[in-house]
């Protein structure tokens, strides 16, 4: 039996018909949530295996009802709870690439896969797998949307708005939730996109009322530039900055590769396009090989100019050479190679509803 007063009760999750109540903490509080033993139950083999232990003396009471002292914060035990008795909050987190997603809904992800809730847990993992691109023509996509929030005109006034990547997926983030709820799929994307910002760009210094100073190594100021993008630098583990810097390192190589594979310059000349499409390709880090490698793709040049059967030769190479470097990303990350979808031998598959709601 523990104090009744020690505890706090939650607002709307405590029923006075419950017939359990579980107490978790969260910062140096303790709450609690009394709840039906069957609607648990009924959502998870965990929780009904839980509650049929017998009751016995020294099991623990509140409220004249069974507790139980759950080891999880209790700020993602209230979303658990609050997505089992209003089915609706589960509707926001199923938003199509919710920026914060991987922040807000990461608790309850990991504890509806801890007590195999196993509908939540198996929207909520289809909606992170769907947000990040899994193909090449996703990912295009993607960047193509990106660029048209980027060049959208932004009101100065708006402090929230300027920061463009307030729309965009965080990739830092996204990495954390897909180590620890093991949904490598989005890891290849991911960790791409990180490998494209620079790590002078840290989303919550920049966002903070008094952003510190930031220097390179020669000691030149790095101003933030509108539209240019920031990520969470500080999430990353060990191992992630490991493959960070290993995927960084082997796009090098393959843009140096690429850039030192002859073309038939005829004209001769420094200023030949081919030379300086090449260049693009060194520049860095923080680079983007695919999007340069896409921009000499489609560069189109007038059948007149003298390297003109170079060029398509080179926007030929480059639209192969970017499925190539797709590819391989788990490769050059070092990230777990990818098995197929994984077959836990469910048939309850469940498929997202994308794009446009439609009314009526
Ligand atoms: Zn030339």
Redesign the pocket.
């Known amino acids: 039996m523990v104090a009744e007063d020690e505890f706090l009760r939650h607002q709307d999750l405590y029923y006075a018909d419950g017939s359990v109540v579980l107490l978790a903490a969260h910062a140096g509080k303790t709450h609690a949530f009394r709840v039906h033993k069957s609607v648990l139950g009924s959502h998870s083999r965990v929780f009904a295996d839980m509650f049929v232990l017998p009751s016995t003396a020294e099991n623990e009471t509140y409220d004249g009802v069974d507790s139980v002292q759950m080891p999880d914060d209790a700020k993602d035990l209230e979303d658990l709870l609050r997505a089992l008795y209003y089915p609706g909050t589960i509707l926001s987190m199923l938003e199509n690439r919710n920026p914060l997603a991987a922040i807000k809904y990461k608790g309850i992800l990991l504890l509806s896969q801890k007590y195999f809730v196993r509908v939540l847990h198996k929207l909520l993992r289809a909606r992170f797998r769907a947000d990040w691109p899994s193909t090449l023509t996703e990912w295009d996509r993607l960047m193509e949307h990106y660029a048209s929030l980027s060049s959208s005109t932004v009101p100065h006034h708006d402090a929230a708005s300027q920061f463009v990547d307030n729309r965009m997926l965080e990739p830092a983030s996204a990495i954390r939730l897909a180590r620890e709820a093991n949904i490598p799929e989005i890891l290849p994307a991911a960790f791409y996109m990180l490998s494209t910002i620079s790590p002078f760009m840290d989303f919550d210094a920049l966002r903070s009322s008094n952003p510190p100073p930031l220097t390179d190594s020669q000691g030149n100021v790095l101003l933030w530039q509108p539209g240019q993008r920031s990520a969470r630098w500080g999430l990353l583990t060990p191992d992630d900055w490991l493959c960070l810097s290993r995927g960084r390192h082997s796009m090098m190589d393959f843009a140096q590769t690429f850039e030192a594979q002859e ?7 420094q200023d ?4 300086d499409n090449k260049k693009k390709l060194l520049k860095g880090p923080p680079q983007d090989l695919l999007r340069v490698l896409k921009d000499i793709g489609s560069q189109g040049t007038l059948p007149q100019y ?2 003109y059967n ?2 398509q030769a080179l926007a030929s190479r480059s639209v192969q050479t970017r499925s190539v470097l797709w590819e391989n990303l788990c490769y050059y990350f070092g990230l777990p190679e990818v098995v197929d979808d994984q077959n836990d031998g469910d048939s309850d598959d469940i498929a997202l509803v994308e794009g446009e709601f439609i009314d009526g």
Do not use: M, N, R, V
Not at 263 to 269: Q, T
């Open positions: 073309g038939d310059c005829i004209c001769g000349s030949c396009i081919q030379y003298p390297c170079a060029l």
